[in-house]
């Protein structure tokens, strides 16, 4: 190991992990990468991000350009709208949102499972599964080791922790750093995409993204997933030629089960699900959603006993406690080991590949001998804890993700739904205040702050 050409032990096979070994791997920096699960199709919560400009501006800096082009072509039809509607399915708003054309700024859909077999091609020699980290040593000679719990160990340079909310390296690493409940549970649901459930589906609510603001202190999102493959993982007709070429030279379709499929999630404060939430699957959660949402309209309803029992997913959703600046050493954190936030346009998923981008260039400029490797951890984190906890900020404020949101509350809540109700109507219908909202859309989701 060279401290100018470091070697980097990353622990968790996620979105920002795996996106920081491609952008290592591209710069030649040697790079190992050890996940928990036991497999690549293992651990995933949840099934559609949203990727904006920042995340789509992260991948292409690390990606191969071959692959920026796959991760682009396997994405989901972009949504055309966002939608603000009722429990009835009565539209509040709609806002025409940016043709997917530009590559990078614009929103994009995106499966988790594919984005996960994206970012691993490529990197198949150097990501090991089910390797679960136990506990780390920082040496004298300035290595650190990793040791997991089959006995194994591996030495390198740096240790990045990129393990999720329930982080290993930040439990040691940071004791102080914790996360809390958001008081709010989400139950998400994958409905197969046929002709009868798009039927039940109004033109704009089809096309866009939609966020269900329900009487009662119920909530939800509801987004249509169509991809570039059929039910039977062959490539559709009509393709761009040259996507079309990539998907089939792309050995990551073999890993992936995605099909089309409708996303339809429910969330509301955490009191008002059973005390067992967490331990309830299958039909048991698809019942618990049907019973928040008795004076839902019919089609909605119709989606939930139509999804996929085995995809119901109950989710506690957690944010971190900001923390200050510490003393940079060998070991650091990227995306939710060290800023979880609330779920909901993604902000989580393109922070991560934000962190992810920056850390890459960073140990770049000390590869080159431009700046030591602890100076570049340190600038790292530097720029790194203002953003990343201004977006858990951001995101615990935002539609109901905090069980203490007025909405959820007895009396005042019929008020506060009134009022975001209205306040989405109104920006809607006069166009400059439209626009900024399009705008802001888009800039959201962890943006470069100049």
């Avoid at 995340?55 to 990606?63: K, Q, T």
């Avoid at 009565?90 to 940016?98: E, G, H, I, K, V």
């Avoid at 987004?223 to 079309?244: I, N, Q, R, T, Y």
């Avoid at 039909?283 to 008795?294: M, P, S």
Wanted: charged share 25%; aromatic share 6%; net charge positive.
């Amino acid at each position: 190991m060279s401290r100018n050409r470091p070697h980097v032990l990353i622990i968790g096979a996620g979105t920002g992990g795996l996106c920081l070994a491609q952008g290592l791997r591209q710069a030649g920096i040697a790079v190992t990468v050890y996940e928990r699960y036991r497999t690549r199709g293992d651990g995933l919560l949840g099934y559609r991000i949203g990727i904006g400009p920042t995340g789509s501006r992260a991948l292409r800096e690390c990606l191969p350009p071959e692959l920026f082009h796959t991760f682009v072509a396997t994405c989901a039809r972009s949504p055309h709208y966002f939608n603000v509607i009722t429990q009835r399915l009565r539209q509040t708003a709609s806002f025409p949102l940016r043709p997917d054309t530009d590559p990078v700024n614009t929103e994009r859909s995106v499966a988790r499972m594919t984005l996960r077999q994206v970012l691993l091609t490529g990197l198949e020699d150097v990501v090991h599964f089910d390797k679960t980290l136990t506990r780390y040593e920082q040496r004298d000679d300035g290595s650190v080791t990793a040791h997991f719990a089959d006995g194994d160990s591996a030495t390198g340079d740096l240790l990045v922790g990129a393990d999720g909310t329930h982080s290993a390296v930040r439990r040691q690493y940071l004791p102080h750093a914790v996360t809390r409940d958001a008081g709010t549970i989400n139950i998400a649901t994958r409905i197969p995409f046929t002709e009868e459930v798009r039927a039940l589906l109004p033109e704009r609510i089809e096309k866009g993204i939609s966020l269900i603001f329900g009487a009662g202190g119920v909530m939800g999102v509801l987004h249509v997933m169509e991809f570039p493959w059929d039910s039977d993982g062959e490539l559709k007709s009509g393709l761009d030629p040259a996507d079309a070429a990539v998907l089939r030279r792309w050995p990551g379709r073999t890993h992936d089960s995605t099909r089309d499929n409708v996303n339809l999630v429910i969330w509301s404060t955490a009191r008002r699900f059973p005390p067992d939430i967490m331990r309830l699957r299958d039909a048991d959660l698809i019942r618990v959603a049907l019973g928040l949402t008795r004076n839902w309209h019919p089609h909605l309803r119709q989606l939930l006993t139509r999804a996929d029992p085995a995809s119901a997913l109950p989710v506690k959703v957690s944010t971190s406690e900001p923390v200050p600046p510490w003393k940079s050493s060998t070991v650091t954190l990227v995306g939710d080991a060290i800023h979880t936030m609330t779920p909901g346009r993604g902000v989580g998923a393109n922070t991560a590949l934000r962190d992810a981008a920056l850390l890459s260039r960073q140990l770049c400029l000390a590869a080159a001998e431009e700046k030591t490797l602890l100076q570049a951890v340190a600038d790292y984190e530097a720029a790194m804890l203002p953003y990343g906890f201004a977006r858990v900020a951001d995101s615990l404020n935002r539609s109901g993700t905090s069980g203490d949101d007025r909405m959820y509350k007895p009396v005042v809540g019929r008020l506060a739904l009134l009022g975001a109700r209205g306040y989405f109507g109104v920006t809607s219908r006069v166009p400059r205040l439209a626009r900024r909202f399009v705008e802001d859309f888009y800039s959201y989701r962890g943006e470069e702050e100049d």
